[in-house]
C-alpha cells in the first residue's frame, strides 16, 4: 500500500482509526459521516495533508491535539462532530474557529466562506493551514 495517496471511506460506520502504519504515505484521508470519536493512531499518518472528519462523534478538544503531530497537514474538516455542534450552538461559529486555531502549533485560519456569513444555519468549511514553526 506504499503507493496509496487519498483513501476515501466515508459512510462506513468506522468506529475507530485502527492499522494505518502500513498507510505512512498516505496524503488525504476522507473519513467523513462515520461513528469515530478518538482520533489515535492518527499521527502515524505523517505525510497526511488532507483530513475530512465532518459529521463523526469527536467531542473532546484532545483529540485535535493529535493533529499536532502531523507536519503537513493543511486542510482539515471539523464540522457536524459534537465538538463543532456544541461549541457553535453556546458560542457561534467565529469562536468555534478560534478554539481550534487555539490548539497549540496546529492550524491558522485563511479564510471563513462568504456562506458561512450569510446563512442563519450554522455549516461552515473553514480554510486552515499549518501554522509556520519559527525559526531560530
Known amino acids: 500500500m506504499e503507493n496509496l495517496r ?3 471511506l466515508g459512510r462506513n460506520l468506522i468506529k475507530k482509526l485502527d492499522n494505518l502504519d502500513s498507510l ?18 492518527i499521527e502515524n499518518l505523517k505525510n497526511l495533508k488532507v483530513l475530512y472528519l465532518g459529521n463523526n462523534h469527536i467531542n473532546k478538544f484532545r483529540e ?13 474538516v471539523l464540522y457536524g462532530n459534537p465538538i463543532h455542534t456544541e461549541s457553535v450552538e453556546r458560542n457561534g461559529e ?12 496546529l492550524l491558522s485560519l485563511i479564510h471563513i466562506s462568504e456562506p458561512t ?3 442563519s444555519i450554522s455549516y ?7 501554522k509556520k514553526k519559527k525559526r531560530n
Open 124 to 130: 461552515a468549511v473553514f480554510c486552515l493551514k499549518k
Open 6 to 8: 487519498i483513501l476515501s
Open 94 to 105: 467565529i469562536n468555534w474557529a478560534s478554539s481550534v486555531l487555539a490548539v497549540p502549533t
Open 64 to 76: 485535535l491535539h493529535r493533529l499536532v503531530e502531523l507536519p503537513d497537514l493543511q486542510e482539515l
Open 24 to 41: 505512512s504515505h498516505l496524503e488525504e484521508l476522507w473519513l467523513s459521516y462515520n461513528w469515530i470519536s478518538s482520533l489515535a493512531g
Open 117 to 119: 456569513r450569510l446563512l
